[in-house]
Structures are given as structure tokens and as C-alpha cells.
């Protein structure tokens, strides 16, 4: 497995939020973030919003899904929703864990099982949401052309 720390910073300034990763301590990125040179007339004023000790790919995995809402590199316009569905997805694993903790190598391959878990049980949602509309958008239909009968409309099978 290739892990890292994967992280969430916010830009107060802009409400961006940068999803990143690195293989220093986050707390430690972020100094590096903030200390970066910029254009702004003030210093970068970044806050850390989360860090989880995982699985590199998840990275990228949260760039492709949240890639709607790029704005710039690893620079997202995320809603509070955002946020907490990334806080929600990660939350099995250990935030600000030690990767030598004694009890996370014997749980990673839980975490990572418990991540493919959500993410069917959230693909599982949006088909049950995703056949009831069709459900209603078939029963509104259905509706209105009772509706159009009764204002004397002739259908096919009247005529």
C-alpha cells in the first residue's frame, strides 16, 4: 500500500479548499502553504480542516469526484455539504493517526474495505433515488393525462 497523509485545507480568503496530499505531517504542510510567496498583500491565511493517514489514491479519487468544482489545480469551490461528505468518507480512518500506531496496520485493509462499503452504499442511494423519480416522473405522467381527459381532451383510445 502507498500511504500518505491526505488532506483539507481551507482558504479563508476565497472559501477554496485545497485536496492534497503529502508524507510529512500536515500541521507541517500547511507551515509550507502558508509560508509560500503570494501576490495578495498578506500572508496565506490557510486553516486545516482535516488529515487522514491513508491510502495515497484517495487523493485522487476525491480530485475526480469533486472535479466539477475545480478552480484551480488541487483549488476546489467545495458547499459546507462538500466538506462534510469528504469528512463522512474518511471518517474510518485515523484522523491525525501515527502510521507506526500499533493497531493501524492491522487495520487498514478494514479501513479500506469500510471505504468501498460506503462508496457502494452511496452508489446503492443514488439508484434507489434515481428509480423512484422515474417512479413519480411515470406516475405524474400518468396523472396528467387524467387530467387532460377530464378537461375533454380525446386520447388515442377514445378516438
Not at 74 to 95: A, C, K, Y
Request: proline content about 4%.
Amino acid at each position: 500500500m502507498n500511504l500518505a497523509w491526505v488532506y483539507l485545507i481551507r482558504d479563508e480568503d476565497t472559501g477554496w479548499h485545497k485536496i492534497g496530499h503529502t508524507a510529512n505531517h500536515p500541521e507541517q504542510r500547511l507551515c509550507e502553504l502558508v509560508s509560500q510567496g503570494t501576490l495578495q498583500p498578506k500572508p496565506n491565511n490557510y486553516v486545516l480542516v482535516g488529515a487522514w493517514w491513508t491510502e495515497r489514491s484517495r487523493e485522487q479519487y476525491l480530485h475526480n469526484f469533486f472535479s466539477p468544482c475545480r478552480e484551480r489545480g488541487e483549488w476546489f469551490s467545495l458547499e459546507p455539504g462538500d466538506v462534510q461528505e469528504i469528512q463522512r468518507l474518511m471518517r474510518w480512518n485515523h484522523s491525525y493517526a501515527s502510521p507506526e500506531c500499533d493497531h493501524h496496520k492491522a487495520c487498514e485493509q478494514w479501513i479500506m474495505s469500510q471505504w468501498e462499503q460506503d462508496y457502494r452504499d452511496y452508489l446503492q442511494r443514488i439508484r434507489f433515488y434515481r428509480r423512484r423519480l422515474d417512479w413519480l416522473s411515470e406516475h405524474l405522467a400518468r396523472l396528467e393525462g387524467k387530467v387532460k381527459n377530464k378537461t375533454g381532451v380525446k386520447t388515442c383510445q377514445q378516438q
